[in-house]
T-cell receptor, first 115, second 111 residues
């Protein structure tokens, strides 16, 4: 089975522009989470979606938004890009959120560079 | 707020040496704890997990015990191999369903 896929692989944008990143979860997985990983740091949690509803949100400004589609794929949108938004954006999927057994599978990420 | 503090790297060990990577956490309630690994050129992979106090997660010879009294989840392996060279991340999932990762510890094992 295919793992988590993300597109595009790399992206270069200019300050002030808008960007959309896409993620397809593993078949059968209904939950998708987004993370930002700045070089040399650990991933920072942005959002979690389950069954098309937001189930968790990290400490990111309103310029960041996301949605999940009926086929469980997801988009992360970032408006008014800043230089500091340059990072690797990771998507992770899981069967469902919840306490107890929980395992996320990460995609390879989208490398965003803002100039 | 909730957070994870992880031992700074990089760590360089000879093959068959013992490994300990320290991880402590701050959280309200009863978080779940994880270790993730990122091998060179690959994505993040779950290495092991523990969901309640005193649980021991184990995988591929690695172990970590959820210690609530010391708020720790240290990663250990008795004998490392060259193939263990990677970046290791400690993480917690809070009761509010948010995830917090440490900054990562780079491990290099030399033959």
């Amino acid at each position: 089975d295919a793992g988590v896929t993300q597109s595009p692989t790399h992206l270069i944008k200019t300050r002030g522009q808008h960007v959309t990143l896409r993620c397809s979860p593993i078949s059968g997985h209904k939950s998708v989470s987004w993370y930002q990983q700045v070089l040399g740091q650990g991933p920072q949690f942005i959002f979690q979606y389950y069954e098309k509803e937001e189930r968790g949100r990290g400490n990111f400004p309103d310029r960041f938004s996301a949605r999940q589609f009926p086929n469980y794929s997801s988009e992360l949108n970032v408006n008014a890009l800043l230089l500091g938004d340059s990072a690797l954006y990771l998507c992770a999927s899981s069967l469902a959120p919840g306490q107890g057994i929980y395992e996320q599978y990460f995609g390879p990420g989208t490398r965003l560079t803002v100039t | 707020g909730d957070s994870v503090t992880q031992m700074e790297g990089p760590v360089t060990l000879s093959e068959e040496a013992c490994l300990t990577i320290n991880c402590t956490y701050t959280a309200t309630g009863y978080p779940s704890l994880f270790w993730y690994v990122q091998y060179p050129g690959e994505g993040l992979q779950l290495l092991l997990k523990a969901t309640k106090a005193d649980d021991k997660g184990s995988n591929k010879g690695f172990e970590a015990t959820y210690r609530k009294e010391t708020t720790s989840f240290h990663l250990e392996k008795g004998s490392v191999q060259v193939s263990d060279s990677a970046v290791y991340f400690c993480a917690l999932r809070s009761t509010g369903n948010q995830f917090y990762f440490g900054t990562g510890t780079s491990l290099t094992v030399i033959p």
